[in-house]
């Protein structure tokens, strides 16, 4: 086996945990969240727990849409990009304008259905990582907020991406008028 093989198939293993782990996460912040609690926005501005869960489940088939439609690139990869993502990604301090596409905009009747859609659009993603020959690396995405990024740096945003809006959840379940 080349040591290419053995660095992707690290690298797939690496984003397969990580893919699991942060769906389990973020899930797990979603259960038992009644129809007054998903409603919910700590300020008018602000985006409710039914509002992220939209976001999040529209963000896992966007970013997926993105890989499987990569350009093949003889760039090479930055591994401080890598770093900044796993530093990053997650950091709720660092704000970002989330695109359109990816607002919410009423797709869900409730937090049962978002979390549907998430779980199916994360399952073709663990899908696409385990099923795929491609070198990651050497296939190349224009990320909206990172920029010209490989597929591997934008499956492991997109793996984060989840676990950043568990803590958003956290966040909303924590402020002082959230219905009890």
Known sequence: MSSLTV???SECAILLELLRRTELLYLATLENVSSAQAAFKAAPQRWSILETAEHV???EEFLLALTT???PSTIESDPRMDDRIHRF????????VAPEGVCPCGRFGGIAEAAASFRRARQKTVQYVHETQADLRRLRVLHPAAGSI????NLLIGAYH????AKQVQEIKSTEAYPK
């Open 7 to 9: 660095a992707r198939n």
């Open 89 to 96: 990604a997650v950091d709720r301090q660092r704000t970002f």
């Open 162 to 165: 989840p676990e950043r809006h």
């Open 57 to 59: 489940a529209a963000t």
């Open 69 to 71: 439609a990569a350009s």
């Open 150 to 153: 490989d597929v591997y740096q």
